[in-house]
């Protein structure tokens, strides 16, 4: 088998954390990273690096959900992206109608195709408030769904579920991980706006670890 696991890579913090967690456990995933219609591809640059970095093999995939979806901040053609911290009601504005359960779905069909078992992404506690594609529940379901769909089993795995974004921050330092080759910002202008969602969330989880972000 060429690769044992699938996982998707978006470029920014949690899915880049995680692959440098999974070669320190000696597993050596094939890297997936979708283009799915976000205003900017800064992410997508930031997961080439990486994986160039890593010497792993990594695979872009064009899925332009902006042509199918309108509702989402995030979209190219959406509204403009609010700032403010994700328990504000208006981060729900940013969420892709169902979008881990589509990469998820791709990124099964993908290890089907390859004869791989398990599919990693970097879901976790801190986004679970305003994304439900984050949650225990929905992880379990969308891995019994892949389980029951495929020939090879293919299981969803999210070890950082229960961990804080603060958590991952802190295992990011204990491995090396370059935070300057991860993007969090969602409107990717030639440096992190510093208001949106996931930038708060990203400012409080390295003031919380109390370690300096290389990545702003």
Known sequence: ???????IL??????????YHLLEKGV???????????KHDTEVTMARRTAAACSISHRVVDLPLDTIFSSSTLLK?????????YSDETQRSTVVPNRNLILLAL????????????????AHATDRAIYPDCRPAFIRAASAACEEGTY?????????QDWSKTDIVREGARLGVPFENTWS??????????????????????????IKDTGV
Do not use: N, W
């Open 152 to 160: 090879h089993r293919v299981r969803v795995r999210a070890p950082f």
């Open 185 to 210: 910002c969602y409107k990717g202008g030639p440096t992190p706006c510093g208001t949106c969602g996931t930038c708060v969330e990203r400012r409080e989880a390295f003031c919380k670890a109390g």
């Open 77 to 85: 053609g959406g509204a403009t992206i609010p700032d403010g911290h």
């Open 10 to 19: 978006s470029g920014g913090l949690d899915s880049t954390v995680l692959l």
């Open 28 to 38: 050596r995933p094939l890297a997936v990273t979708m283009r799915y219609g976000q």
């Open 107 to 122: 990124a099964a069909g993908i290890a089907e195709d390859r004869g791989c078992s398990d599919v990693y992404y970097g």
């Open 1 to 7: 088998m060429e690769h044992e696991a699938i996982l």
